[in-house]
């Protein structure tokens, strides 16, 4: 018989705490499990190497809703390489927009921070002025 978890085993095997689990098969990422005439939920050990798929994936910056699909398309049969290399190369575009975006807001802050003396009273401080400018349009 397939060794059977409980949901705190299946937490440490993970790295994550009991919520996270909970949360997990509420949003559907992890089937709800059986439970015994006692009515603890027993996890099968699938269920630990499908908690750190969805741990990695999120390390990689892919987003729970993005998971879903992905543990969708491991299950669809005729699923090709090509398509799980499709979403990669869509995440990887991602993170480059977004190295983007912080390489910009780097470069306004430090414009702010070398504009700012670092004395005199908080009220005139460039800075705060900056943040508190009204956007032009």
Request: one cysteine or more.
């Amino acid at each position: 018989m397939a060794e059977k978890l409980t949901i705190s085993r299946l937490a440490q095997l993970g790295g994550v705490n009991l919520e996270t689990i909970r949360y997990y098969e509420r949003q559907g990422l992890l089937p709800a499990p059986p439970r015994t005439a006692a009515g603890y939920r027993v996890f099968p050990r699938e269920a630990a190497r499908r908690l750190r798929f969805i741990k990695r994936a999120q390390e990689l910056g892919f987003s729970l809703s993005e998971i879903s699909e992905l543990l969708a398309l491991r299950m669809k049969p005729g699923t090709k390489q090509a398509d799980m290399r499709t979403r990669a190369e869509a995440k990887i575009a991602d993170i480059e927009q977004k190295i983007q975006s912080l390489q910009a807001m780097k470069k306004t802050l430090r414009q702010l921070t070398e504009r700012c003396e670092g004395c005199g009273p908080l009220a005139e401080c460039p800075i705060l002025e900056s943040l508190d400018e009204e956007m032009s349009e």
